[in-house]
């Protein structure tokens, strides 16, 4: 079964720390990931899509990388504007749809 | 370019009833799909439409059916609602052949009472 789980759950940093988050996977085969920021209340907002091993993406201060069972975003000397909660996805090459399968998500808060 | 637009932004129903909820995607987009995402969690995967043709069902029971019209604008049909059923109801479209992600609208928060 094609799986996404996320850590942590929630990550508290002062602003300027930078830190990673983890996205590990488990799919007989990617068609892409993606990574998204989701303010409360909101839509998911697009941030990435990584498609094969050993890809990076970046954009200001976030950071997407990909390897065969993992990815990770990384930001670096973050402000209190990044918080959110951030989303990682993949579609499984596998099936003809387009699904997004969807882990928990972490929830991060960068204090001031 | 207008993003996806979704309606209402709010909405509340109580046990039994039968709920539609509208979509229009980003104009020359043809694919839509519909997701649940109920506090805590992640968006789950109910429905995937292209062209006016189901092209992918999520593990939602039959109460949940969707349709795309000629405009590629989407509704989202509940029947018999469900207090489970509460939650934020997100439709995300796709441009095809312009790489494989999706863009969401902002939301139809349903509450069932």
């Known amino acids: 079964e094609d799986q996404v789980t996320q850590s942590p759950e929630a990550l508290r940093l002062q602003e300027g720390e930078s830190s990673s988050l983890n996205c590990s996977y488990t799919v007989s085969g990617l068609r892409g990931l993606f990574w998204y920021r989701q303010d409360p209340g909101k839509g998911p907002e697009f941030l990435f899509t990584?498609?094969?091993a050993g890809e990076e993406k970046e954009k200001e201060r976030l950071k997407a990388t990909l390897t065969k069972k993992e990815s990770f975003l990384h930001i670096t000397a973050p402000k209190p504007e990044d918080s959110a909660t951030y989303l990682c996805?993949?579609?499984?090459?596998?099936?003809?749809?387009?699904?997004?399968?969807f882990g928990k998500g972490t929830k991060l808060t960068v204090n001031p | 370019d207008a993003g996806v637009t979704q309606s209402p932004t709010h909405l509340i129903k109580t046990r039994g009833q039968h709920v539609t909820l509208r979509c229009s995607p980003i104009s020359g987009h043809k694919s839509v799909s519909w997701y649940q995402q109920v506090l805590g969690q992640g968006p789950q995967f109910i429905f995937q439409?292209?062209?006016?043709?189901?092209?992918g069902r999520g593990n939602f029971p039959d109460r949940f059916s969707a349709r795309q019209f000629p405009n590629y604008s989407s509704e989202l049909n509940v029947n018999a609602l469900l207090l489970g059923d509460s939650a934020l109801y997100l439709c995300?479209?796709?441009?095809?052949?312009?790489?494989?992600?999706?863009?969401f609208g902002p939301g139809t928060r349903l509450t069932v009472l």
């Open positions: 439409y292209y062209e006016k043709e189901e092209r």
């Open positions: 990584l498609y094969s």
């Open positions: 996805a993949l579609t499984p090459s596998q099936g003809g749809s387009e699904k997004l399968v």
């Open positions: 995300a479209s796709r441009r095809l052949f312009s790489g494989n992600e999706q863009f």
